[in-house]
């Protein structure tokens, strides 16, 4: 029984009886023509899972090299601050260390840090701490190693809430700072 398709050959020796002894003459390509590398992109949003920063965005949405929505900032999830402060918390510093080790491998990009408060208080104040919040992020991503040319901030205040002010949870979610994709230096 035959497990192999034959293969051409040539003879190579003769054994003790006179049998030739045949050796399967097998061609190897020196290298292959095309390498294919498959990467994962789990939303297919065209950018890959190691370089998604928004690995979840919605079908069809258009979105930036970073694989964010176009259109929006990305909020810095668990970076909030306590009412009327502008003071990071231990696990806003874990985050933003993680977002400025990002950051760092984007040299060609450059960043607005946006910040907001929420209802509480004077408008005006709300204005001045949400431009301290975002200033206090920046610093942070500076000392961390982050080009100070790449970054910029901005402060909303009270402007541009993405939760019900009537609630504690709802006040919480708005003490925030987003990050916005500004430009890709073209090369």
């Known amino acids: 029984m035959l497990l192999y398709p034959q293969l051409p050959s040539e003879p ?3 054994d003790s009886g006179g049998v030739e002894i045949h050796t399967p003459v097998v061609e190897i390509p020196a290298k292959l023509d095309k390498t294919v590398t498959t990467l994962h992109d789990i939303d297919a949003d ?3 899972d190691a370089l998604d920063w928004c690995e979840h965005t919605a079908p069809g949405l258009q979105v930036n090299s970073l694989g964010c929505d176009r259109n929006r900032a990305l909020i810095l999830e668990g970076v909030n601050f306590n009412s009327a402060s502008a003071e990071l918390t231990p696990s806003a510093i874990s985050i933003l260390e ?10 060609d990009s450059t960043f607005m840090i946006l910040g907001h408060t929420d209802s509480s208080g004077p408008e005006a104040l709300n204005l001045a ?3 301290q919040r975002a200033k206090t992020v920046q610093d942070y ?4 190693g982050v080009d100070a040319g790449k970054l910029g901030f901005e ?3 009270e402007t541009r809430p993405i ?4 609630t504690a949870t709802g006040r919480k979610k708005n003490r925030r700072v987003e990050l916005r994709l500004d430009a890709v230096k073209k090369k």
């Open 12 to 14: 190579q020796a003769r």
């Open 46 to 48: 065209g950018v890959s």
């Open 98 to 107: 993680k977002q400025a080790d990002k950051l760092k491998t984007l040299p």
């Open 129 to 131: 701490l949400s431009r």
């Open 141 to 144: 991503f500076i000392r961390q």
């Open 155 to 157: 402060g909303f205040g």
């Open 163 to 166: 939760a019900s002010n009537r």
